[in-house]
């Protein structure tokens, strides 16, 4: 059983800093793609950043040059640092990752979320 925990939310004046942790536990033969999405309030939920095995990254024209995703593969976690949030940020930021719990299979999942609010 392959699982995501989130942790890292909270709430935060705008121009602040949050860094947002998920690491993933169970069976695990090899984590592919993780990436950060979030969905605010009768929004759909989107794309925030995504990091591949090999370090590349992309992100949300939104979040350019403001967050930063990054992975610790010895520890199976990924993180966000996101810095200069605005108001328009607030969100449940939810964790995402593409895994091999064996060499034959392959699973999506998905942590439990975080709510990250910035005030103005």
């Known amino acids: 059983q392959v699982r995501l925990v989130e942790s890292g939310g909270g709430l935060v004046q705008a121009g602040g800093s949050l860094r947002l942790s998920c690491a993933a536990s169970?069976?695990?033969?090899?984590?592919?793609?993780m990436g950060w999405y979030r969905q605010a309030p009768g929004k759909q939920r989107e794309l925030v950043a995504r990091?591949?095995?090999?370090?590349?990254?992309n992100y949300a024209d939104s979040v350019k040059g403001r967050f930063t995703i990054s992975r610790d593969d010895a520890k199976n976690t990924v993180y966000l640092k996101m810095n200069s949030l605005k108001p328009e940020d607030t969100a449940v930021y939810y964790c995402?990752?593409?895994?091999?719990?064996?060499?034959?299979?392959?699973?999506?999942?998905w942590g439990q979320g975080t709510q990250v609010t910035v005030s103005s």
């Open positions: 169970g069976t695990i033969f090899r984590i592919n793609t």
């Open positions: 990091i591949i095995s090999g370090g590349s990254t």
């Open positions: 995402n990752a593409e895994i091999k719990p064996s060499l034959l299979t392959r699973g999506d999942y």
